[in-house]
């Protein structure tokens, strides 16, 4: 049996796994090494340990991408056609995993996460995927360059195992080959399983051995998508009553104090990837004089959050006051055909008539499916605009004439109305209009660039809507999709733990001098809609998990979700949750970057975590048996 073990098959076999695995490793180093200021807490000897950690996810992934392969090459075949087939798959398989292990280096910074199955979502939305491939290309030359050498390396080195290791030709089918063959079987399994654990080991397994921020040090690309292919079904959630859970944190709102309906237009004004850090309030640089100005007239929200960490979950957020809390967006989950009441229907039924404003081309990242859904009366993108000479090339129509063409739009709507408008120019590639690259531009790169141009559009969208009759009766709520998750800062705040969720929240209407001044305390996207309804004076209670800013009867707090990693945010503690699990606790503002974990070392830091329990268990219930309307959340469980 010894001699079997070692014949040229064998040897063959786990040259090729361990080649693989060490381009899978390779890859890793130059993740890590690219990415570096993510992980500032991570240095090359802690990396180390993380990447030993990883080689269980890499056999793993191999294993299960390779099985057909490895189970047919150990078969008793050894004829030409059928081993350049053999060595073609082999070769295709590996191919497309270290493509995808390598393009995650560009993408990692822009979701913080490796990569899962939604990106073949983004794939199969040829438009959007076409329109952006170039751009990405030319800023990623890198990983095209790191892409080519090494799939010509991995190549070269397996084409030196093929040829030395030939097959056995005339192999005898006896006891000893079929004992053999059965335990490489055997061993393919394992490595499968990750292990003689009780269950075959996930994504989140990883957190045994590194912290949530350093998760995707240990995980590959390739063992993130195979693992988050299964449909995202929510798993009920019981750690408390249901009466105990209302009482802690109240999902149904009633701000209605007897005063006269403030029939206000109403108009949100989101803005992609406007990260706080970039404006006067995030103490870094700011690239948005006019926003500025505006805060100076305002209720600005200087502690605010995002609830999300891409566009397709920030709108709803805003909107309909649904945070980000499962693996895909909600508009394409299981629950999307869920009975949910945003401001758009809640304000219909008080005479408002809604439309969704987007410049994207129509059907991107789906905006005018969740419009419909939302409740909007119109959407009004790319198409209806029917001006491609302001088309970008990329994403939609320019900002500066989109919101030109919005501002006046707005004049022709029937009062009250309730408007949404989403930028676009401030998302990568952050492309400008020709007119805009002169050297006031020619010092600003990348997302600065695209935040200063969508500022100015802001300004003149001001300067046309103030001439409007419509503009002096009119709330403006000005907030972002999400903060730019690719963002540099020096003081690693704004680029990982809460900071990255930071945004700015700013409620402006003209000549209100009682909507002015700072909002210090903790507030969240999904805090909009009961603060809008709180100000114009709502007269009928609403579901909704956020508070008014106005509201001081209930506890502010913050509530953010990337896949099953939850962060918490309540009175000076920020909680860190994964896969049911309690796993950090953070002092802020003292411990701002979250390094100095408080869990097992000081039990008063725990004082808040019921009320995350009782909104989790509500949130995941409540979209279960769909209980998002006040008259389904109080009926009888």
């Given amino acids: ?73 150990l078969l008793p075949f050894c004829q030409k056609v ?14 497309i995993a270290f493509i995808f292990d390598l393009s995650d280096i560009g993408y990692f910074p822009y979701v913080h ?36 050498i090494l799939l010509g390396l991995f190549f070269y080195f397996n084409k030196k195992i093929n040829k030395k290791y030939q097959c056995i030709e005339n192999q005898i089918i006896n006891i000893k080959y079929i004992v053999i063959f059965f335990l490489f079987c055997g061993l393919i399994l394992l490595a499968i399983r990750g292990g003689w654990q009780l269950k075959p080991i996930q994504n989140n397994n990883a957190l045994l051995v590194a912290s ?96 999300a960490f891409r566009s397709a979950d920030g709108i709803p957020a805003c909107v309909s006051g649904i945070p980000c809390f499962m693996k895909e967006p909600f508009a394409t989950s299981p629950y999307a055909a869920n009975t949910i009441e945003g401001l758009p229907t809640l304000l219909r039924k008080q005479g408002y008539h809604s439309t969704f404003f987007h410049g994207g081309t129509n059907g991107t990242m789906s905006f005018d499916v969740f419009a419909k859904n939302a409740g909007f009366d119109e959407y009004i993108g790319r198409t209806e605009y029917a001006q491609d000479e302001d088309y970008d090339g990329t994403w939609g129509i320019w900002d500066e004439p989109f919101l030109q063409f919005t501002a006046k739009r707005l004049t022709q709507e029937a009062q009250p109305f309730f408007s949404t408008v989403f930028t676009l120019s401030s998302h990568e590639p952050f492309v400008i209009p020709e007119t805009y690259k002169n050297e006031a531009f020619a010092a600003y790169q990348g997302i600065f660039k695209g935040i200063s141009y969508s500022d100015i559009a802001l300004r003149k969208f001001f300067e046309t809507a103030s001439q409007q009759p419509w503009f002096a009766n009119t709330l403006f709520v000005i907030t972002a999709d999400h903060n730019f998750l690719a963002c540099r800062d ?24 009682w909507l002015r001044g700072n909002y210090s305390a903790l507030f969240q996207q999904i ?59 953070f002092h802020f503002p003292t411990d701002s970057t979250m390094q100095h974990s408080l869990l097992g070392r000081d039990t008063a830091s725990t004082r808040y975590l019921p009320y995350f329990k009782a909104i989790k268990q509500q949130l995941v219930n409540g979209m279960i048996e769909n209980r998002w309307l006040p008259s389904t959340y109080l009926k009888p469980q």
């Fill in 1 to 73: 049996m010894q001699a079997a073990l070692v014949n040229n098959t064998h040897r063959k076999l786990l040259l090729q796994i361990g080649l693989v695995l060490v381009f899978f490793q390779i890859h890793r180093v130059l993740f890590f090494a690219i990415n570096q200021h993510i992980f500032p807490q991570v240095g090359w000897g802690e990396f180390t340990r993380l990447a030993l950690h990883g080689i269980r996810y890499d056999l793993s992934v191999i294993c299960s991408l390779q099985a057909v392969y490895l189970v047919l090459s």
């Fill in 82 to 95: 059928w081993n350049g087939i053999l060595n073609g798959l082999f070769l295709i398989v590996s191919s």
């Fill in 113 to 148: 996460k490796r990569m899962s199955a939604e990106v073949f979502h983004l794939i199969g939305n040829k438009s959007d995927f076409l329109d952006l491939l170039p751009a990405y290309l030319q800023k990623f030359w890198f990983v095209t360059i790191a892409i080519l």
């Fill in 212 to 307: 949530n921020q350093e998760v995707p040090l240990v995980l590959n690309t390739s063992f993130s998508i195979l693992h988050s292919f299964q449909e995202t079904k929510l798993t009920p959630v019981r750690f408390m009553t249901d009466t105990a859970a209302r009482n802690y944190m109240p999902f149904v709102k009633d701000y209605y104090r007897g005063q006269k309906f403030n029939s206000c237009n109403v108009v949100m004004i989101v803005l992609e990837s406007f990260g706080k850090s970039y404006t006067g309030i995030g103490g870094r640089q700011s690239y948005t004089p006019y926003l500025d100005s505006i805060m100076k007239e305002s209720l600005v929200c200087t502690h605010a959050f995002a609830n």
């Fill in 490 to 513: 020096s003081l690693n705040y704004y680029n990982q733990g809460i900071g990255l969720y930071s945004i700015p929240v700013v409620f402006y209407q003209p000549g209100n001098k």
């Fill in 527 to 585: 805090d909009i809609l009961p603060t809008v309804l709180d100000y114009v004076h709502y007269p009928s209670s609403f579901y909704a998990m956020g508070k008014s800013a106005f509201d001081t009867t209930h506890v502010p707090y913050v509530f953010t979700n990337m896949d099953d990693y939850q962060q918490f945010y309540m009175g000076d503690y920020i909680y860190t949750w994964n896969d049911d699990n309690l796993n950090g606790i």
